[in-house]
């Protein structure tokens, strides 16, 4: 596998159940991000991750949860959600700490509805 | 002020056409941009990199960056229909106070080339 891997790709789950998004990225990168893309607005940056770390939370609700165990694979995981969180969930991935040369990677998504 | 804008669109052009594609941005210190090409119900790629004012050019893609102007845009050369797609263009964010690899996308440009 190459690339970044995200699973599952589609996701249907009521507003009171638990679900986890997965991501794994084989470039060899240790940023990872979270991305929100709803319809008509831009992506919206949900979380970062380098080396493990949470560096970034973008004033997120709680019921979304990050969870990075190592630099390869990130995991968001959902809990009580609202119908207004049905969005294309995206992860991707970067090299560290270049704040001009940040080439990001994205994964397939995980289109996500919440019924 | 948002931190990267794309006004434009949505854009049509015939086929074998230049398609331009615009984007602004605020933060006059950023130093690379980035433009993805995002297909209905796909998620983001990667088309382009720029780092330095001026011109890049990548087979029928050229980038240009204008920092004096803060402007950069993408020119689609010999347009197909197959480049119909959305067109987002990326900066790096400051927001927070740190950037750690992030990046701010404008709203899209939809571009249609028909035969």
């Known amino acids: 596998e190459t690339g970044v891997t995200q699973t599952p790709r589609h996701l249907v789950m009521g507003m009171t159940n638990k679900k986890s998004l997965k991501c794994e990225q084989h470039l060899g990168h240790n940023a990872m991000y979270w991305y929100k893309q709803s319809a008509k607005k831009p992506l919206e940056l949900m979380f970062v991750?380098?080396?493990?770390?949470?560096?970034e939370n973008n004033s997120v609700p709680s019921r979304f949860s990050p969870e990075c165990p190592n630099s390869s694979h990130l995991f968001l995981h959902l809990h009580t959600l609202q119908p207004e969180d049905s969005a294309l969930y995206l992860c991707a991935s970067s090299k560290k700490y270049r704040a001009d040369n940040t080439e990001a990677f994205f994964g397939q998504g995980t289109r996500l509805t919440v019924v | 002020q948002k931190e990267v804008e794309q006004n434009s669109g949505p854009l049509s052009v015939p086929e074998g056409a230049i398609a331009s594609l615009n984007c602004t941005y605020s933060?006059?210190?950023?130093?690379?941009f980035f433009w993805y090409r995002q297909y209905s119900g796909k998620s983001p790629e990667l088309i382009m990199s720029?780092?330095?004012?001026g011109d890049k050019e990548d087979g029928r893609f050229t980038a240009q960056l204008n920092k004096a102007s803060q402007y950069v845009s993408l020119l689609i050369r010999d347009s197909q229909p197959s480049d119909s797609a959305t067109y987002l263009c990326a900066g790096p964010s400051n927001a927070g106070g740190t950037s750690y690899g992030k990046l701010t996308f404008g709203q899209g440009t939809i571009l249609t080339v028909h035969p």
């Open positions: 933060d006059r210190g950023s130093q690379s």
């Open positions: 720029i780092y330095s004012n």
């Open positions: 991750y380098s080396l493990e770390e949470r560096v």
